[in-house]
């Protein structure tokens, strides 16, 4: 199996991890913590704002996130017998495919900051070179249900005393300038749950931003919501922040409506306008946004929006649903393998063309690129191909802003065309109830 389907099969069925034949104990699915275990502990996280329920691993060179604390991960076909030194192999029915190494739990986790608080509750590392962290931890839609993203989990860690309310300047410029000294972190993700304010936290992710900037020279990605004015994207470049993120998650009004009903108020229209005086700021590549396949969106509208957000200078981050278990979407089945093909294998070179390869942005997902099979296709002239038998495409011309392929899937073999939407929490919950 090629190195590019492995990781995109992995990142939809996930990865069952098991003790290796000559090890004495299984690696312990947590991150250290300065408890004394950190020569045997893995960088994997449980909750959260962002990609979570992942473990960190390298795969034939590339570093990848993949969904090990998941109900379809502990069914996964794939399981990896790790010994004590956190390398083992890759296998699917007692075939083995390819070797992996569990990326270990950074030396910066056995710190606490000059008030007392241990880094890890300050900021994570993700994938082998990323500081990540959300700023604000709480989110004006988390709390009412009716409201709140479906698929996230953002006030799990806060819940369980993995992490703090709210990350200050001083803290994360202590903990990135640890980081970076001591485990060769190379960029800063910093993300934030919705305030009630109008800066929607552009206000505090600047300070953070500057708060870094002050302790160590790395490129800072600042992630949130459109803010009512869209002068804040200059203030926030002002400040030390080097790429912006603004998260569609997804683009057809039914499936917004159904997946994050609060979020689905502020219109993809209002987006694409921030997006382009964000553009403006930042420069091409240098926006990104997460759509997230499998929340119901068709593979048409995914491929179309990608398209649009590719020729106004903004990267479009593809990634798999992960089903968090507390959320309402918990049940629900990532997209298969190939609904993720089909959709990497028309962006990646696109992106390419467009000279908006990950590497080039500065900070953030895209730079990081693990938690998406998208970055291995970026390889320019790579053959947008159909991914199977059951689905095939034809393009129009490239220039146009709408839609450009059109999907026909076989009924033998399956629709990829579209994944059920995901009802309403409210919805899900009365229906449990009858």
Do not use: N
């Not at 990135?176 to 206000?203: K, M, N, Q, Y």
């Not at 998208?374 to 038998?389: I, K, N, S, T, V």
């Amino acid at each position: 199996m090629d190195t590019q389907t492995l990781i995109t099969e992995l990142q939809s069925f996930g990865l069952r991890l098991a003790e290796a034949p000559d090890a004495d104990a299984a690696p312990p699915p947590e991150p250290a913590s300065g408890d004394g275990e950190g020569r045997r502990a893995w960088t994997s996280r449980r909750g959260g704002a962002g990609p979570t329920q992942h473990v960190a691993a390298t795969l034939r060179g590339a570093t990848v996130m993949i969904p090990i604390h998941t109900d379809k991960a502990a069914a996964s076909p794939f399981v990896a017998r790790i010994g004590r030194d956190g390398a083992g192999t890759v296998a699917r029915d007692g075939e083995e495919l390819a070797p992996i190494a569990l990326v270990k739990a950074p030396r910066f986790y056995a710190l606490s900051t000059q008030d007392g608080i241990p880094y890890p509750k300050i900021a994570l590392l993700h994938g082998a070179d990323v500081l990540a962290s959300t700023v604000l931890q709480t989110c004006i839609r988390y709390s009412e249900r009716e409201k709140a993203c479906t698929f996230c989990a953002i006030g799990q860690s806060l819940a369980a005393g993995r992490t703090t309310a709210k990350k200050t300047p001083e803290q994360l410029g202590e903990v990135a300038e640890a980081a970076a000294r001591l485990d060769g972190v190379r960029h800063v993700t910093l993300t934030t749950g919705t305030p009630r304010s109008a800066d929607r936290g552009a206000a505090h992710l600047a300070d953070c931003a500057r708060g870094i900037k002050a302790r160590v020279d790395l490129p800072v990605q600042a992630q949130c919501e459109p803010p009512d004015d869209f002068a804040w994207f200059e203030r926030m470049r002002a400040a030390g922040v080097d790429s912006l993120g603004m998260h569609l998650e997804a683009v057809e009004d039914e499936v917004r409506a159904a997946a994050m009903p609060g979020k689905a108020e502020v219109s993809v229209a209002r987006y694409f306008e921030a997006f382009e005086a964000a553009v403006r700021v930042f420069g091409r590549g240098q926006v990104s946004t997460y759509l997230i396949a499998g929340l119901g969106d068709s593979l048409g509208s995914l491929l179309g929006a990608s398209e649009r957000l590719i020729a106004m200078g903004v990267y479009p981050f593809l990634v798999p649903l992960v089903p968090i278990p507390g959320t309402p979407s918990a049940d629900r089945a990532p997209p298969s393998g190939d609904f993720m093909r089909a959709l990497y294998t028309r962006i990646g070179p696109l992106l390419a063309r467009a000279a908006m390869r990950s590497t080039d942005v500065k900070a953030g997902c895209a730079r990081c690129g693990a938690c998406s099979g998208l970055p291995g296709f970026e390889a320019e002239g790579r053959a947008a191909a159909p991914p199977g038998p059951g689905a095939a495409w034809t393009s129009t011309p490239e220039s146009s802003d709408d839609a450009t392929v059109q999907l026909r899937a076989g009924a033998e073999q399956g629709d990829l065309s579209r994944v059920p939407p995901l009802a309403p929490g409210h919805l899900l919950r009365r229906a449990r109830a009858v």
